[in-house]
């Protein structure tokens, strides 16, 4: 599957979108009652099941969910087969505002649309969804992770997100600049929700002179409080003078207009989909000498968590041990970039399609 340009794929229709991205099933669910409506997109499955969490957004419009829903889940199959994980890609939206209309009737709606897919679909929390949640879903499915500790889940994710971006910036500073130390490093944070906030915690422990920005002022004055970091307008992030810029929003904030004013030499976040065009954007930031950290290969923590507690017998140690290894696949990645002279997004793709390749040849029946 070669890259493509994604505002081009988008005009090709519905079907043709499916086919040029990949896509083997998209369901939309919807449910008069509860004012439920949802889009699941399922990508790949060769590697097992499509394991993918569910997001609830207030989007401007239904399009603008199914684009979203099919950039999340195409990232999803590179994302586990990246890490290693015998998983498919997969994604949920929820169209909707979280603050008013959750209840436990719209979730558990919900969760029987996600059974009525007999497990091809895995379903975890994400964006505006809760471990909480998770509990109204698993009362119509068993298809669900991400559950409390309590009910012997791996409980929030978000802690291995941050540790496993936080890896991979360690990496990012390794090829920069010869040493993994974040060390008196200044990072711009963008969106200190639950990974961005853990992800500050690490930072401020290795001594790294840190910057935070969010929607959420309340959020932003917090943190600042607690570790003593510098809070940053939201019109300010892009040209702040930075070491490290560390996108932890909503993705597409590396474009056209944002490149530009950047004067980081690292980009290094847990957004998804952070370039808005994989191509174009990947090798402009070459071209501006910024070391980019895929995004689905260094926020892949949380994935890592939720296989672990689908596999049962979960365990905290391996799964922070298992995130480690992003560490070794950033440095593995960086080394073909340089080799095939191509940006890093599309040396961490290859390297994702190749064991998606690899191991599609093992299950051929025979």
């Not at 079907?15 to 449910?31: I, K, P, S, W």
């Not at 471990?131 to 879903?137: A, F, L, P, R, V």
């Amino acid at each position: 599957m070669e890259i493509k340009e994604l505002a081009k794929v988008e005009q090709a229709g519905l079907f043709g979108t499916l086919t040029q991205l990949g896509h083997e099933q998209v369901v939309f669910c919807y449910d008069e009652a509860t004012g439920l409506k949802s889009i699941i997109a399922i990508h790949n499955t060769t590697l097992g099941p499509a394991l993918g969490g569910t997001r609830m957004w207030n989007y401007a419009s239904e399009q603008d969910a199914l684009t979203d829903v099919l950039r999340l889940s195409r990232g999803m199959t590179f994302k586990a087969a990246i890490s290693g994980l015998n998983l498919g890609g997969g994604k949920a939206v929820i169209i909707g505002d979280a603050r008013t209309m959750k209840t436990e009737a719209f979730l558990r709606r919900f969760g029987k649309f996600v059974n009525s897919l007999n497990g091809k679909y895995i379903t975890a929390e994400d964006v505006n969804m809760k471990t909480s949640d998770m509990e109204y879903i698993h009362m119509e499915t068993n298809h669900v992770t991400g559950l409390p500790e309590s009910m012997g889940g791996g409980g929030d994710p978000s802690p291995v997100t941050a540790y496993g971006t936080y890896v991979g910036m360690k990496a990012s500073a390794k090829k920069q600049y010869g040493t993994d130390s974040l060390n008196g490093k200044r990072i711009m944070v963008q969106g200190v929700g639950q990974v961005g906030m853990h992800l500050v915690e690490y930072l401020v422990k290795e001594n790294a002179k840190v910057f935070i920005s969010d929607i959420s002022e309340e959020k932003v004055k917090a943190l600042a409080k607690k570790h003593g970091v510098t809070m940053v307008n939201q019109d300010d992030v892009y040209s702040m003078d930075v070491d490290i810029y560390a996108p932890c929003a909503l993705g597409a904030t590396i474009n056209d207009d944002t490149i530009p004013q950047l004067k980081c030499s690292i980009i290094a976040g847990a957004a998804n989909n952070q370039l808005k065009d994989e191509v174009k954007h990947g090798y402009m930031l070459i071209d501006r000498s910024i070391t980019y950290a895929p995004d689905f290969l260094i926020n892949a923590g949380g994935l890592i968590n939720v296989y672990n507690e689908y596999l049962g017998n979960y365990n905290r140690e391996r799964v922070f041990a298992h995130a480690d290894k992003i560490y070794d696949t950033c440095m593995k990645v960086f080394r073909l970039a340089e080799k095939e002279k191509i940006n890093n997004q599309e040396a961490a793709i290859r390297v994702a399609e190749e064991r998606i390749e690899a191991i599609g040849r093992v299950r051929i029946p025979r």
